[in-house]
């Protein structure tokens, strides 16, 4: 329920960023793959290098303060 909240409220707000695809209604995180692959082949053909930087935060969400976040969730809606 939380977490359908947060990212309700998340998503209205624009507060995240088109580079997060995973666990979002109609992205995939194979779409981003596609667009760096693209990327990786539009930098070779034009000679130039391409840098990606891959960050995986693993259990992210577990490891928040859950109170915190109901207040301020709830601060939002007043």
């Given at each position: 329920m939380v977490e359908c909240r947060l990212r309700e409220?998340?998503?209205?707000?624009?507060?995240?960023?088109?580079?997060?695809?995973g666990f979002r209604k109609h992205r995939s995180s194979m779409d981003l793959v596609m667009k760096l692959s693209q990327a990786?082949?539009?930098?070779?053909q034009r000679k130039q290098s391409t840098l990606a930087v891959l960050e995986d935060f693993r259990a992210a969400y577990d490891k928040m303060w859950r109170n915190m976040l109901l207040h301020k969730l709830n601060k939002q809606e007043q």
């Open positions: 409220f998340l998503e209205s707000k624009g507060a995240i960023s088109d580079f997060q695809a990786v082949k539009d930098g070779f």
